[in-house]
């Protein structure tokens, strides 16, 4: 069965500083990993996907992930954080070969300081 | 292209009432899931319809259901409504409900029971 984990519910940096949101998963094969933002009272929205193709994927809003097998790791890293990037951040998994269901991570929480 | 829409936006019940929510994916979308989330459980999966067909199912009880017209607009109901149900409930669409593809959330519907 596939599951993910986020550690940390809540990252906090300082605006400009490396933002760096860990994201785990556990599945019989490489899935399909996904990263959705949520800003307060909208809907979540995807940033990224890894979908076998390369390893580091580049998603919007300056974002990008590593899929490392090895790790079994998709960490969501931005080099300079904004104020803007303050929101709920959440990893989604969906196993090859599996049913539709996706998994969510619980989420992380975003603080970007002044 | 318009974005996924869903209505009402707020909504607030007793215990034992029951409620319909209503989405509307992106014209020439066809698989429209719909999501839980709350504070302690996160965003759960609750069931994903595909041409008016309901084609995977989380784990949630038979008050939770749901229902997908020719237009592949969608509807859920929860009856018989308890405390517990009180949540920000997501519809999201996709074009073919493929693992691997980007699903488009809507703003949410935010049921609050007393």
């Known amino acids: 069965a596939q599951s993910v984990t986020q550690l940390g519910s809540h990252v906090s940096v300082s605006e400009g500083a490396l933002v760096l949101l860990r994201c785990n998963y556990s599945?019989?094969?490489?899935?399909?990993l996904f990263w959705y933002v949520q800003y307060p009272n909208q809907g979540l929205q995807l940033l990224l996907k890894?979908?076998?193709?390369?390893?580091l994927v580049k998603g919007i809003n300056g974002f990008e992930a590593e899929f490392k097998k090895s790790e079994t790791s998709f960490h969501l890293t931005k080099p300079s954080a904004h104020m803007s990037d303050a929101a709920e951040y959440f990893c989604?998994?969906?196993?090859?070969?599996?049913?539709?269901?996706?998994?969510f991570g619980r989420g992380t929480s975003l603080i970007v300081h002044p | 292209k318009a974005g996924v829409t869903q209505t009402p936006r707020y909504l607030i019940k007793t215990r034992g009432q029951q409620v319909t929510l209503s989405c509307s994916p992106i014209?020439?979308?066809?698989?429209v899931s719909w999501y839980q989330q709350t504070p302690g459980q996160g965003l759960q999966f609750l069931f994903e319809?595909?041409?008016?067909?309901?084609?995977n199912k989380g784990n949630f009880p038979g008050r939770f259901s749901g229902r997908q017209f020719s237009n592949s607009r969608s509807e859920m109901n929860v009856s018989t409504l308890e405390l517990g149900d009180s949540a920000l409930y997501l519809c999201?669409?996709?074009?073919?409900?493929?693992?691997?593809?980007?699903?488009?959330f809507g703003p949410g519907t935010r049921l609050l029971v007393l």
């Open positions: 599945s019989s094969v490489p899935p399909y």
């Open positions: 014209s020439g979308h066809r698989s």
């Open positions: 890894y979908t076998s193709a390369a390893t």
């Open positions: 999201a669409s996709s074009l073919g409900g493929q693992l691997q593809e980007t699903q488009y």
């Open positions: 989604a998994v969906s196993e090859r070969g599996g049913s539709y269901i996706p998994t």
């Open positions: 319809y595909f041409s008016e067909t309901q084609r």
